[in-house]
């Protein structure tokens, strides 16, 4: 099954069930953190006080789970800001 943006933008999450996606739970998205941190060369603690919305929910324990993760990023066009440069970033 073909999916198409605007799909995907109506039903999120469920537009991508089909594809074996599925919720990220509170131990998923601290597995994620503590992949994401080294990468970024930012501490969990740091990473954890920069998730959005129903992300910040889930971890907090407030909600079973979520559906994506946001971060808010500093970004500029040289890559992204976390105090030491790590490359460019592609967005």
Not at 55 to 70: A, Y
Request: charge should be positive; aromatic fraction near 4%; proline fraction near 1%.
């Amino acid at each position: 099954m073909k999916l198409t943006l605007k799909q995907f933008l109506l039903e999120g999450g469920k537009a991508t069930a089909h594809l074996g996606t599925s919720r990220a739970s509170q131990e998923d998205i601290k597995s994620v953190l503590k992949f994401l941190a080294p990468t970024l060369e930012m501490s969990y603690d740091d990473l954890s006080n920069r998730i959005l919305g129903s992300g910040r929910l889930t971890l907090m324990g407030k909600q079973k789970d979520s559906g994506d993760l946001d971060l808010a990023l500093a970004i500029d066009m040289q890559g992204i800001v976390t105090g030491k440069q790590i490359g460019r970033a592609h967005v």
